[in-house]
C-alpha cells in the first residue's frame, strides 16, 4: 500500500456543473477525512467516516456537498452545481481511531470553477 | 475562535537563521501534530507529541500540555525549509478524536 490516493489531481470544471473527487484510504484505516484548503490557509474539516458511518458533518458542508463511504474503504465527494467559491484544494486523508494516532493526506484535488 | 491557533501567518528568514513556529490550542488533545506542505504537495507528518520535546536533525517540537502551547524550531534555517508548517491536534477519543487544524505558517528563507 502505498498510502492515501486521490483521484483526479486536478479538475477544472464550469459554473454549475456537477464534480465528483474519490479517495483512496490505507487500506486498514477505519477513518478518513475530508478537508478543504484554500490559498494560505490551513485545511477546514469537511467531514469525516468511521467504516462506512459519516460521523460529523461540518457546517461548511451546503447541501451542494454529498460524501459516501459505502464499503468502509474508498470514498467520494460530489459538489452539485459548483460555484466559484468552491475553488479550493480538497484533501482526503484516513486514520485508525485511536488515542495517538496519525493521520495520512493524500496529495489532494485542486479544483478550479471558471 | 478557532481551536488551533498558530503564529506568526508568514515568516521570512535568511538562510541560517533560527526560525521558531508557535502554537496555541483550546481543546482538549491527546496528541499534537507538526506537518509540513510544499507548495503544490501533500502534508507529511513532522512530528506527534503528547508531552515534553522531540529532535529530527534540524527540527526541534516542544509542548506544554499544562499551557497548551507548542512550539516548532529550526536550526541553521536553509531555502529547502521553506513550506507551510501546520498544527493539528487531536481529541481524545472520549471527546470525538477530531483532528483540529491550524491555518499554518508560511516560511520562506532566502538564500
Known amino acids: 500500500d502505498t498510502g492515501v490516493s486521490q483521484d483526479p489531481r486536478h479538475k477544472i470544471t464550469k459554473r454549475g456543473q456537477n464534480v465528483t473527487f474519490r479517495c483512496d484510504p490505507i487500506?486498514?484505516?477505519?477513518?478518513l477525512y475530508w478537508y478543504r484548503q484554500t490559498l494560505g490557509q490551513g485545511p477546514e474539516f469537511l467531514t469525516y467516516f468511521q467504516n462506512e458511518a459519516q460521523l460529523e458533518k461540518s457546517r461548511l458542508l451546503s447541501n451542494r456537498f454529498s460524501a459516501e463511504r459505502p464499503k468502509g474503504s474508498f470514498s467520494t465527494l460530489e459538489i452539485q452545481r459548483t460555484e466559484q467559491g468552491d475553488s479550493a484544494m480538497y484533501l482526503c486523508a484516513s486514520s485508525l481511531a485511536g488515542r495517538y494516532t496519525e493521520a495520512f493526506f493524500g496529495q489532494g484535488t485542486r479544483l478550479t470553477v471558471v | 475562535k478557532n481551536e488551533v491557533e498558530q503564529s506568526p501567518q508568514n515568516l521570512t528568514a535568511q538562510e541560517g537563521e533560527f526560525i521558531t513556529i508557535n502554537c496555541s490550542y483550546s481543546?482538549?488533545?491527546?496528541?499534537l501534530h507538526w506537518l509540513q506542505q510544499h507548495p503544490g504537495g501533500g502534508i507529511v507528518s513532522l512530528f506527534m507529541l503528547s508531552s515534553g520535546k522531540k529532535k529530527h536533525g534540524r527540527l526541534i517540537a516542544t509542548i506544554n500540555i499544562q499551557e497548551k502551547h507548542s512550539s516548532l524550531h529550526i536550526t541553521a534555517s536553509h531555502p529547502r525549509d521553506s513550506a507551510v508548517y501546520i498544527c493539528a491536534v487531536l481529541q481524545p477519543p472520549n471527546t470525538g478524536n477530531q483532528f483540529y487544524f491550524g491555518t499554518g505558517t508560511s516560511l520562506t528563507v532566502i538564500p
Open positions: 481543546v482538549g488533545i491527546s496528541a
Open positions: 487500506s486498514e484505516h477505519n477513518r
